[in-house]
C-alpha cells in the first residue's frame, strides 16, 4: 500500500471547500448585476474558478 499525505490531501479538500463557497457566492452575485458587460467579465470569472475547481477535485479524486 502506498503511503499517503493525508495532511496534504485535507489541505486540498479544504481549498475545494473554500473555492466551492467563493464560486456559490459569485454565482449569487450574477443576479443583480443590470449591465451585460459586468456580467459577462463576473461569468468568465467564475468559469475559471470552476475550472480549477474541477482540477483540483481531480487530483484529490487521484489521491484517494
Known sequence: MAFRDYNKLSQLVDELDEQYEEITKLKAELKMIKSLDDYNALAA????????YNEKREKVKNAI
Open 45 to 52: 470569472k467564475i468559469n475559471e474558478l470552476v475550472e480549477e
